[in-house]
């Protein structure tokens, strides 16, 4: 079984009443990474995920977690998986101790060895001196640490994280994160949900992009840039006098829209992707050929790859054009 | 950001409620195989324990297991009384009983309706996901309330004993009956389980559950011997299982067995569990 991915989706299909919330999902997620699904709210990423930890039945398709199938051998699959979902999946009346205790006896854990558990946990995720409070108390930052922490009492061989930074300031986003990064460090695979492109970006090795209930791109974060557009070329100039005519050049030979940056002799021209074949780079040295030849002076520049929330607009336009 | 090793610093940092210790968070992942799953009484009991923990943080929700019953009981004795049995004190060696039923019959139904609002919670979501035998989130509740029937009884038995109650069948019988109640409202539970996963809100619950206990409590052998009632209510009567319940208690507090009772409520209560048992754990499975 070692063999098999960590998840394996074909034709997934959730409804709700009218609503297909999950609308034919094929996916394939390998062992030990961290696998990003980006999706706007509604996209059907939570009814996903409670898919595949068994707490939904699929109306349609099937899907398996370590080959294990999600309906047939649902009682394997719990034995794989860990679940922090989008809403607190801890006990807000329990104490972050008790909570801890609580989920270790049920994992099996003998009494002296849950509370040793809970102990280290809460240690590591600088939750002691909150031990003894009750977790409505918490806040946002505390609540989904001590989720996370609840998640890897036993370590999973596959973590679900449902948005789990969602509603966090940066500075707890960043806990979170370097958090993920140590549980997949040390091979546990991890399926996270996110609204955010660029979580997605700086965390999972591939990233789905769903919408709709469907899949709509598939890839690395560098595939899908790729995939859109060839990103933007920023252009600093020696005089602010010269910036509206490199505006007019820049816009002739590109073809499409040229920003002023707030610093007064920097200009941000988007490259066109895909139907000339030509790459980024090879158009932008031409613009930069043209803003040479029309007596422009660039004293610096910089090629920029297209950022995820512009891929993210670009597929979701796409498939509504299509439609 | 620092990361903290002395606990000094770590305690401050605390206090702001952040800084994980991202340094020794990977020495702290656990390797190797993770414990057996715990058997199926043992999940229940720690989903017992985790009753008895919302009990120590919210103790107010003891009220219902403790001022209900001294209400019902001191209203009963003093209301009927009189006019039924001459005395307070006379009609208590009838009533003490049933009321006794009546009261942690009527509490069973908060099993249903904190069910509804525990199962909306996100932490549910995860109990579902462990390796563990499913029903003993539901068992675990349950048993937590079978603590808070015993409450109640103890409060009601020591209440009467206080009014002048003498329960003739002594410490034993007393025991007996408690636990003959104790029996029955474990397996009366299962339909409030249900209901309580069925219904919307917990004031639903709470109205389907009254509608049911109502006329099961009253139209019983709680109050008055069924002989005085006329013979359609009887035959409601005969058939209703807090009636055997009620006559089953009685005898065991007066040290009179109703051996036909006893079987009856053991009938009852298997044929209750065997049904909404079942039933709540379909509904709690596909939810
Ligand atoms: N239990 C349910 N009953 C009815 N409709 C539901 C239910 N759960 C989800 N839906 C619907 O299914 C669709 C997908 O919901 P889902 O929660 O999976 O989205 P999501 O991508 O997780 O969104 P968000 O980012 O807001 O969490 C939505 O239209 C939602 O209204
Ligand atoms: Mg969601």
């Known amino acids: 079984m070692s063999s098999a991915p960590a998840i394996e989706t074909s034709g997934l299909v959730k409804v709700f009443g009218a609503t297909r919330a999950v609308d034919g999902i094929d996916l394939t997620v390998p062992e030990a990474a961290v696998y990003g699904i980006l999706g706007p709210n509604g996209a059907g990423k939570t009814t996903f995920v409670r898919m595949l930890a068994t707490l939904l039945r699929p109306d349609g398709g099937h899907g ?28 807000e009346d329990l104490t972050g101790t008790e909570n801890l205790v609580l989920l270790g006896r049920l994992l099996g854990h003998g009494k002296t060895a849950a509370r040793r558990r809970a102990g280290e946990l809460l240690d590591a995720f600088g939750l002691t001196a909150a031990a003894d409070r009750q977790v ?21 061989r596959l973590l679900f994280l449902d948005e789990p930074t969602t509603g966090l300031d940066p500075r707890s986003r960043n806990q979170v994160w370097d958090i993920v990064r140590v549980i997949v460090a040390q091979g546990t695979t991890v399926l996270l949900t996110t609204q955010y492109l660029d979580e997605a970006d700086h965390l999972a090795g591939r990233i789905a992009v769903i919408d709709h209930g469907t899949v709509i791109a598939e890839g690395t974060p560098g595939e899908l840039k790729s995939s859109v557009g060839a990103g933007s070329v920023r252009v600093r100039l020696r005089r602010a006098e010269q910036r509206a005519q490199a505006e007019r050049v820049l816009a002739a030979e590109l073809g499409t829209e040229v920003h002023f940056d707030a610093d007064p002799v920097a200009l941000t021209a988007r490259i066109a992707g895909g139907e000339s074949g030509r790459g980024a780079a090879e158009h932008a040295s031409r613009a930069l050929a043209r803003l040479a030849q029309d007596g422009i002076t660039v004293d610096d520049f910089s090629l920029g790859q297209p950022s995820l929330d512009e891929v993210f607009l670009a597929l979701t336009d796409r498939k509504e054009n299509r439609a | 950001m620092t990361s903290t090793s002395n606990a000094s610093s770590a305690e401050r940092a605390d206090a702001d409620g952040d800084t994980p210790v991202a340094d020794n968070l990977g020495a702290v992942l656990a390797t190797g195989e993770p414990p057996n799953a715990p058997s199926a009484w043992s999940a229940s009991v720690t989903f017992a324990w985790r009753a008895m923990l919302k009990i120590k943080h919210v103790p107010e929700q003891l009220f219902d297991v403790t001022a209900f019953p001294v209400i019902m009981t001191l209203m009963f004795t003093y209301l009927f009384g009189g ?25 069973t139904m908060y099993t249903g309706v904190g069910l509804n609002a525990d199962i909306q919670k996100g932490v549910f979501d995860r109990f579902r996901t462990l390796p563990i035998w499913r029903p003993s989130a539901l068992v675990g509740a349950v048993i937590g309330d079978v603590c808070r029937y015993s409450l109640a009884s103890v409060v009601i038995i020591v209440l009467g004993l206080a009014l002048g109650y003498r329960p003739g069948g002594g410490v034993l019988g007393v025991l007996a009956g408690v636990g003959l109640l104790l029996v029955f409202s474990f397996a009366f539970s299962w339909i409030w389980t249900l209901l309580g996963l069925l219904l919307r809100s917990e004031r639903s619950v709470m109205g389907v559950s009254a509608m049911v206990l ?45 051996g036909s009772a006893t079987l009856w409520m053991f009938v009852s209560a298997g044929i209750i569990l065997a049904i909404f ?3 709540t754990m379909r509904r709690y499975n596909r939810k």
Do not use: C
């Open chain 1, 136 to 156: 409505k108390h918490y806040s946002g930052g505390m609540r989904r640490r001590i989720d996370i922490a609840a998640s890897i009492i036993s370590t999973p």
């Open chain 2, 83 to 107: 006019a039924l049995a001459g005395s307070p004190e006379e009609y208590l060696q009838y009533l003490l009983p049933g009321v006794l039923v009546m009261s942690v019959a009527m509490i």
């Open chain 1, 64 to 91: 398996t977690v370590f080959g294990r199938d999600i309906v047939g051998d649902a009682a394997l699959v719990r034995r794989q998986v860990s679940l922090t979902g989008q809403y607190a999946s801890i006990d």
């Open chain 2, 214 to 258: 109502f006329p099961l409590s009253f139209l019983s052998n709680v109050f008055v011997d069924p002989r005085t009632m006329p013979s359609w209510l009887q035959g409601f009567v005969d058939v209703n299982p807090i009636a055997h319940l009620v006559a089953a208690v009685r005898g065991a507090l007066s040290g009179q067995w109703d």
């Open chain 2, 277 to 279: 048992g079942p039933l």
